[in-house]
């Protein structure tokens, strides 16, 4: 069981940036692959090792994933009002985009861009 934790959500102004966190927490889930959702729809995965990650084209080049050892971050920069969800951490013991292979999820934390 892997219990997983969101927290640095908040309401930001277009252009602006914000850092969430993740917190993973429970037998071997340094083993695990962590992504970040909006909603259900991916947005970023890194591996267990924290060398690899891949990102949805909406998150390519404002986003950056990473992680040390069981917290994993999200820095978002240059937010738009279309960012505007509740974003989510999941935990894959595979490397997937989709949010069904994902075993384990937070309760989510909400962003909200205003423009």
């Known amino acids: 069981q892997v219990q997983l934790v969101e927290s640095g959500g908040g309401l930001v102004q277009a252009g602006g940036s914000l850092r969430l966190s993740c917190a993973a927490s429970?037998?071997?889930?340094?083993?695990?692959?962590l992504g970040w959702f909006k909603e259900r729809e991916f947005v970023a995965v890194i591996n267990w090792k924290g060398?690899?990650?891949?990102?949805s084209a909406s998150a390519e080049g404002r986003f950056t994933i990473s992680r040390d050892k069981n917290t994993m971050y999200l820095q978002m920069t240059n937010l738009k009002p279309e960012d505007t969800a509740k974003y989510y951490c999941?935990?894959?013991?595979?490397?997937?985009?989709?949010?069904?292979?994902?075993?384990?999820w937070g309760q989510g934390t909400q962003v909200t861009v205003s423009s």
């Open positions: 999941a935990a894959s013991s595979r490397w997937y985009t989709s949010p069904a292979q994902y075993e384990y």
């Open positions: 429970g037998r071997a889930a340094g083993d695990y692959a």
């Open positions: 060398d690899d990650t891949y990102y």
